[in-house]
């Protein structure tokens, strides 16, 4: 079956521009995450997502950044006046839900350049 | 606040021998931890998960072990091949519902033929 996908794969923007990265997860994981990963650093939480509602947003670095999953299944992260300090991979992951112990499968992630 | 160390430089090894990982942490009593290799331009993938009230997992060439007390995880690839060779990521969560993990820098390694 088809794993966690992500669109598009290469952003480049300017500052202070608005962006808009898709996650497709797999079909039936409930359970929807986002990540930001920097050079030589590891995935970095950014929301959680059960069903349509975010259910920890604690990662989310300010009001710039915004995340919707609203029928359950694609979720759109949204960056708002984008600054340089954003560039980064962003990694979408899903799971079925449970009791937190089940692995998690990522998508290969949206590289985003701001120039 | 919470740490999760990895070695910072990268693991080379001769193919055939044994890799070993260390991941260490502080500030945070994680219920699990869980290994993820990942390949550049790549998402992480997931490898083994252990328990807090559990020593030593294996699966086919790798062992994880994990000592709460000296807050320690050791992540070791027997019979290592150049395939192996990629950046091995541990992550520590705990239980309450969601897997929200808390991800080291990740330890690169390399096997050479």
């Keep these: 079956g088809a794993g966690v996908s992500q669109t598009p794969s290469n952003k480049v923007t300017e500052k202070g521009k608005y962006v808009e990265l898709r996650c497709d997860p797999i079909s039936g994981h409930t359970a929807l995450y986002w990540y930001r990963q920097s050079l030589g650093q590891g995935p970095e939480f950014l929301i959680y997502f059960q069903g349509t509602g975010a259910a920890d947003d604690s990662g989310l670095p300010n009001d710039r950044f915004f995340a919707v999953r609203p029928e359950g299944s694609v979720s759109t992260l949204k960056i708002q006046r984008t600054e340089r300090g954003d560039s980064a991979v962003y990694l979408c992951a899903s799971s079925f839900p449970g ?3 089940n692995e998690q499968f990522f998508g290969p992630g949206t590289r985003l350049t701001v120039l | 606040s919470q740490k999760i160390e990895q070695n910072s430089e990268a693991l080379n090894i001769q193919e055939g021998k044994t890799a070993t990982l260390t991941c260490n942490y502080t500030n945070y009593s994680p219920a699990y931890l869980q290994w993820y290799r990942q ?13 807090e009230n559990e020593k030593e997992k294996r699966k086919e ?27 091995y990521l541990c992550a520590l969560g705990r239980s309450g519902g969601y897997n929200k993990l808390i991800f080291g820098a990740g330890t690169r390694l390399a096997v050479h033929p």
Excluded: M, W
């Design chain 2, 39 to 51: 390949d550049p331009g790549r998402g992480p993938v997931f490898l083994l998960l252990i328990r």
């Design chain 2, 61 to 87: 060439r790798l062992k994880v072990t994990f000592d709460t007390t000296l807050k320690q995880s050791l992540f070791h690839i027997t019979a290592s091949q150049p395939a192996d060779s990629a950046t």
């Design chain 1, 99 to 101: 009791d937190g112990y």
